[in-house]
């Protein structure tokens, strides 16, 4: 597939430029923003429409779209950065950057003007909708339609949906009333408002506080076929195929950003805490931990810029790369919080400490664009075949 993000529309001082507002922008405003939306619970929409201004939302973007054109290798430092940051401005930040790609490679020249520029504009929220609470995530889905000359009808349930209470649109997958497995699957971009449609609020989350997240019913929903991006029968492909294997590399690299800030919470308390006469940074044991830490966050670094790369050159390992990537990041990063925690001792169990909030947030990553076993699935079967064992 061609990578429309090829052409950098960045020189290298410009790139550096942003690399450092960023920064800043995520050690200042970014930590007040965090602070409001712990207290609240709530991410305010004044903080959308901020990132948004700052350009923020748009840097993956090709250039021709209004994007900043950046190469994905090189956007993937920017996620570095902002993964440093609330998990809630994270999601943002990544969500928008990357489903314009899911909706792209498909979109008739009329969807692209009417979806995916305004949603790289910052003008159109679009949430992924694809799990659901009584059926496995893929080719199991249950959510189903049924056509009636140019409208479909949709009914059923999905749930833990983020930004689905607030989004415009939700990029929705169903099956065709009556298809089994991955054929017969749509992807529709369903009006939030339509008649039939119902959202409510989940409850409260672990980590990722503030970011709404939505449990769905329709009933009948009507939806026009002109809302279908490809054709019948591709609903997975534009929800699993192309678009996935940057999203986990991307969601790999959150880890890394993440990690960094509880390493970077970590040394900074090492080097205050004493007992027993001498600073925690001095004890052999704290800094065998720090170490172990930095080996595990840039081992991981490594294997995610390798999949990007691979990915870019369109290499054919380039799927199992970004799951490798996925499984070894996710995995670095249960590591690092909980050292990052240790070091903290109890006093890190509670808040203010912004460890207390990290070693939360890390929890989500495990689920965000496939669980451990459903990555380790993706590995084994390009290495074994499917060999007829279970999905
Ligand atoms: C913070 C957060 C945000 C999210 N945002 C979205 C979103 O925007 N859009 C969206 O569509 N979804 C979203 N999700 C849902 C997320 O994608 C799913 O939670 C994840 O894919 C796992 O699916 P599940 O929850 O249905 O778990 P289940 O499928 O019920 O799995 C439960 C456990 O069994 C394992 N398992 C399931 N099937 C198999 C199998 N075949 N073989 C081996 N093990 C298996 C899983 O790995 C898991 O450990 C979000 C989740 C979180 C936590």
């Given at each position: 597939m061609k990578q429309l993000d090829a052409a950098p529309a960045l020189d290298d001082a410009s790139f550096a430029e942003l690399r450092d507002d960023i920064?800043?922008?995520?050690?200042?405003?970014?930590?007040?923003?965090?602070?409001?939306?712990?207290?609240?619970r709530h991410v305010p929409l004044e903080l959308w429409d901020e990132l948004r201004d700052r350009g923020y939302l748009s840097l993956a973007a090709p250039v021709e779209y209004g994007g900043r054109g950046i190469p994905f290798s090189r956007y993937l430092e920017l996620i570095e950065l902002f993964s440093m940051s609330h998990a809630s401005i994270r999601m943002i930040v990544h969500v928008v950057n990357g489903t314009w790609r899911a909706m792209d490679r498909f979109a008739t020249p009329q969807q692209r003007q009417a979806f995916v520029l305004p949603s790289i504009k910052g003008e159109l929220k679009i949430a992924f909708t694809l799990t659901e609470p009584t059926a496995g995530t893929g080719a199991d889905l249950r959510c189903s339609v049924e056509?009636?000359?140019?409208?479909?009808?949709?009914?059923?349930?999905?749930?833990?949906?983020?930004?689905?209470?607030?989004c415009d649109y939700w990029l929705l997958f169903a099956r065709l009333a009556g298809t089994r497995g991955a054929e017969g699957t749509v992807a529709l971009l369903v009006d939030r408002r339509s008649?039939?449609?119902?959202?409510?609020?989940?409850?409260?989350?672990?980590?990722?506080?503030?970011?709404d997240h939505g449990r769905l019913t329709f009933e009948r929903t009507?939806?026009?076929?002109?809302?279908?991006?490809?054709?019948?029968?591709?609903?997975?492909?534009i929800a699993l195929g192309g678009f996935l294997t940057p999203s986990r590399i991307s969601v790999a690299m959150s880890c890394v950003g993440l990690a960094r800030r509880a390493q970077e919470l970590a040394i900074e308390y090492a080097r205050k805490r004493e007992t027993f006469g001498k600073k925690l940074a001095q004890r052999q044991a704290i800094r065998f931990m720090i170490a172990e830490n930095a080996?595990?966050?840039?081992?991981?670094?490594?294997?995610?810029?390798?999949?990007?790369?691979?990915?870019?050159?369109?290499s054919g390992d380039a799927a199992m790369l970004s799951s490798m990537s996925k499984l070894q990041a996710v995995d670095m990063l249960t590591r690092v919080t909980d050292r990052a925690l240790q070091i903290h001792g109890g006093s890190g169990f509670w808040q203010p400490h912004a460890i207390e909030r990290v070693y939360r947030d890390a929890r989500a990553q495990r689920f965000e664009e496939g669980t451990n076993e459903i990555q380790k699935t993706v590995i084994a079967r390009e290495l074994l075949g499917s060999g007829g064992g279970s999905a």
């Open positions: 920064a800043r922008y995520v050690a200042g405003r970014a930590e007040e923003w965090a602070q409001r939306i712990e207290l609240e056509r009636e000359g140019d409208t479909y009808y949709l009914s059923g349930e999905k749930h833990l949906i983020t930004f689905g209470t607030i008649p039939g449609a119902a959202v409510v609020e989940m409850d409260e989350s672990m980590g990722v506080r503030g970011t009507p939806v026009p076929v002109a809302n279908r991006l490809g054709e019948e029968g591709q609903g997975l492909d080996t595990d966050i840039e081992a991981a670094r490594q294997l995610v810029l390798h999949a990007a790369r691979q990915w870019e050159r369109g």
